[in-house]
């Protein structure tokens, strides 16, 4: 059975940085955060397949990084140079599909989400 257990949100200024964490268990394959801002849909945010290929939606290339610690069974999120329009609830997620990509419809195991709230 696959759980996921996110973390890490937090209330910072603009231009800070902060570390999501979800801690993985049970068999997963195509690994992403999501995110939702108060009103909007959810939206992919990045993903990282079984060989370490990342895929990032364009708002955050160059400010986020993807990464899984096998080691530890635990998807991270770094995100640097955070804006306002970075707000909004963040939730880790997975599925099993030989294909990976950041289409919502595509998972189906979720983590409650982490709350990150940028102030300016």
């Known amino acids: 059975q696959v759980q996921l257990v996110d973390s890490g949100g937090d209330s910072v200024q603009a231009g800070g940085s902060l570390r999501l964490s979800c801690l993985l268990s049970?068999?997963?394959?195509?690994l992403a955060w999501f995110r939702q801002a108060r009103g909007r849909e959810r939206e992919g945010v990045a993903v990282i397949a079984p060989d370490g290929k990342t895929t990032y939606t364009d708002s955050v290339k160059g400010r986020f990084t993807i990464s899984k610690d096998d080691d530890r069974d635990t998807l991270h999120l770094q995100m640097n140079s955070l804006k306002s329009d970075d707000t909004a609830k963040y939730y880790c997620a997975a599925n099993h599909l030989p294909l990976c990509t950041l289409l919502l419809d595509e998972y189906n195991y979720w983590g409650r989400g982490t709350q990150v709230t940028v102030s300016t």
């Open positions: 049970g068999y997963t394959r195509c």
